[in-house]
């Protein structure tokens, strides 16, 4: 069954879902497995080599980083921007742009507000504390909230890079002769 048939064609339709649902089946399976690499990958950090944890940490709070180190901060949120872009650029749509970058940083963010157990324990908690207090519901409102700042980052650098990218890919589009000499762009 062909969903690209089924679904509207219309201007938003297309700017939405972009070539279609068929295309966007890889973009939702990369993103489940970006979100478990960087979950794992940061757990991994954690155990192995836990000086590193803070700045791999600040990867995935890039506009808090602009506040602390500007040039890493920019670079980070570049960073961002051009993964969600290069998604945009291939004409896979903004939910795509906005998929993409949701699932690294919902996996980093997860990891890192169940690690310090955000929403429950506070900030100025021991480490003792930390352990004594998990429970499952610490871990259901650590991993809503984890989703809330994922998709609210998500929303900025998917929306920033699909923009970026549909702008690079009209400036760089070929433009062509017609019969009268008149130059004339592709139509998208």
């Known amino acids: 069954m062909n969903h690209d048939s089924e679904m509207?064609?219309?201007f938003f339709t297309s700017i939405l879902f972009g070539r279609g649902w068929n295309s966007l089946k890889w973009v939702f399976?990369?993103?489940i497995g970006l979100s478990l690499v960087s979950f794992v990958g940061v757990s991994f950090v954690r155990r192995l080599a836990p000086e590193l944890t803070p700045?791999?940490?600040e990867v995935f709070y890039p506009l808090?980083?602009?506040n602390s180190r500007p040039v890493a901060g920019v670079g980070v949120?570049?960073?961002w921007v051009i993964?969600?872009?290069a998604i945009g650029y291939r004409q896979e749509g903004l939910l795509a742009s906005w998929t993409i970058s949701f699932g690294p940083l919902f996996g980093g963010l997860t990891n890192s507000f169940v690690a310090r157990n955000l929403c429950c324990a506070g900030a100025t908690t021991s480490p003792t504390t930390l352990t004594t207090t998990y429970s499952l519901y610490s871990y259901g409102m650590n991993t809503l909230?984890?989703?809330i700042a994922a998709l609210s980052f998500a929303l900025v650098f998917g929306t920033a890079g699909y923009l970026f990218a549909i702008g690079t890919k009209l400036l760089l589009r070929p433009v062509r002769s017609n019969e009268e000499g008149d130059t004339e762009s592709d139509d998208y």
């Open 8 to 10: 509207p064609s219309t």
């Open 29 to 31: 399976l990369a993103t």
């Open 55 to 57: 700045r791999l940490i």
């Open 64 to 66: 808090f980083l602009l």
């Open 77 to 79: 949120v570049i960073g």
């Open 83 to 85: 993964l969600s872009g």
């Open 145 to 147: 909230l984890a989703v």
